[in-house]
């Protein structure tokens, strides 16, 4: 079955976000950090124009972290500012406040010059779903949630959420869709959980993981299901059909895939990014 991409929206997205992006001074995009390309949406340049950004890779507690800098340094080679970020953990999110006065410092001092009494930074979250939008929001706000009600012009219903006396955020993240007419990218984006897996085959993505892991992580697949170096050079689906019997579920190779999908979702196997940094052609 061929994905879609839907342009209605797109469009409808676009307009949701864009209405927001007038009230913010920075946009913070949520990559995440296993797809730092596959999880961007392909018009969020032209969406965010020149808004200042900060680019967080997110849930890099999951991904692998020679791949993570890699990416960190292509981002800053396109001129942006990034952190690499575990939304979960308080202490990561602490960096979010520094790097921002950095991708805003020019703002801030002309603000300084011309006599204006300093004010906390107004930022929304942006990203594809899944990325991790609703836990930053909730690890920036954390107990100090202190909404400060409508402002004028923003979007009825529209709250600020407080972090310290710095920084306010739109309660509701910018929600842009992943591109995923390449087939690649649907299955990276499907294997994370990013869009459901019932538009795929199981037993697809399990052989694309199985692919994956043999190719770039093999120790972990090892260790995970106690194979051979020699199991390794096997063909994909045999492999499968060997960590189906090895798990007692014979010729289930439905079952045996849900398990590998699940087990890797659950970080069972060790940290991955799918979106190797030495494949990019660009
Ligand atoms: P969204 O608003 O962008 O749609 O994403 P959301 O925050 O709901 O996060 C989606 C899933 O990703 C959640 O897991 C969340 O816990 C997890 N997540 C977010 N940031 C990180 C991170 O930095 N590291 C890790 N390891 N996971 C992260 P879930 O299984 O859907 O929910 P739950 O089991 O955590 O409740």
Request: charged letters at 30%; one cysteine or more.
């Amino acid at each position: 079955m061929t994905i879609q991409w839907f342009p209605g929206h797109m469009a409808k997205a676009r307009r949701e976000v864009s209405e927001k992006l007038k009230f913010v001074d920075i946009v913070f995009e949520l990559i995440d950090a296993r797809l730092p390309l596959s999880s961007r949406n392909p018009m969020l340049d032209q969406i965010v124009q020149q808004k200042p950004r900060l680019v967080l890779l997110n849930k890099a507690d999951l991904a692998d972290p020679a791949q993570t800098s890699l990416w960190i340094n292509y981002f800053r080679e396109q001129g942006h500012q990034v952190l690499a970020l575990t939304a979960k953990e308080d202490k990561s999110v602490k960096q979010i406040l520094p790097a921002s006065k950095k991708v805003l410092a020019e703002k801030i001092a002309r603000d300084k010059e011309r006599g204006l009494k300093p004010r906390a930074i107004r930022a929304m979250v942006l990203g594809i779903p899944n990325v991790g939008k609703s836990t930053l929001l909730n690890h920036l706000a954390g107990k100090k949630v202190a909404s400060t009600g409508n402002r004028p012009g923003v979007t009825k219903g529209q709250q600020w959420l407080r972090f310290g006396s710095q920084l306010e955020l739109l309660d509701t993240p910018g929600i842009l869709w992943p591109k995923f007419e390449d087939p690649a990218v649907g299955k990276k984006l499907a294997l994370t959980g990013a869009i459901k897996d019932d538009l795929l085959h199981l037993d697809d993505l399990a052989l694309y993981e199985l692919e994956v892991f043999c190719r770039f992580y093999p120790e972990q697949l090892k260790a995970r299901y106690k194979l051979t170096d020699d199991e390794l050079f096997m063909e994909l689906p045999e492999l499968l059909m060997l960590i189906s019997e090895k798990r007692g579920f014979k010729d289930d190779y439905e079952r045996a895939s849900e398990m590998l999908i699940l087990e890797l979702r659950q970080g069972k196997l060790g940290r991955y990014t799918l979106d190797r940094f030495e494949e990019l052609s660009d």
